[in-house]
């Protein structure tokens, strides 16, 4: 079945970077799109970045562009969030996921806290 495993999270500084890894399985990686969500307390879930399934295109929320990095290795079948100059409302749950045939897979979230 299908599974999709977060890593990375953690507490950061402001202005500082993590790097989240996505793993998955269960499905032919390479022949689909990769999102990354985020839901902070009390909001509701927004996409952040997302990547087609070669990696050839990418689109980004206007609150992360030219802070966040979004790439993939399908021979490692993960997908990475590169995030830089991070600040405090970039503080979430961020979630991997993929579409197919109009049902959403999630994986379990990663806990990213920016905070001095």
């Known amino acids: 079945q299908v599974q999709l495993v977060e890593s990375g999270g953690g507490l950061v500084q402001p202005g500082g970077s993590l790097r989240l890894s996505c793993a998955a399985s269960?499905?032919?990686?390479?022949?689909?799109?990769m999102n990354w969500y985020r839901q902070a307390p009390g909001k509701e879930r927004e996409l952040v970045a997302a990547?087609?399934?070669?990696?050839?295109?990418?689109r980004y929320a206007d609150s992360v562009k030219g802070r966040f990095t979004i790439s993939r290795d399908n021979a490692k079948n993960t997908v990475y969030l590169q995030m830089n100059s991070l600040k405090p409302e970039d503080t979430a749950v961020y979630y991997c996921?993929?579409?197919?045939?109009?049902?959403?897979?999630w994986g379990q979230g990663t806990q990213v806290t920016v905070s001095s």
């Open positions: 269960g499905f032919t990686f390479s022949m689909y799109s």
């Open positions: 990547i087609t399934s070669a990696g050839g295109s990418t």
């Open positions: 996921n993929m579409k197919r045939v109009g049902y959403d897979y």
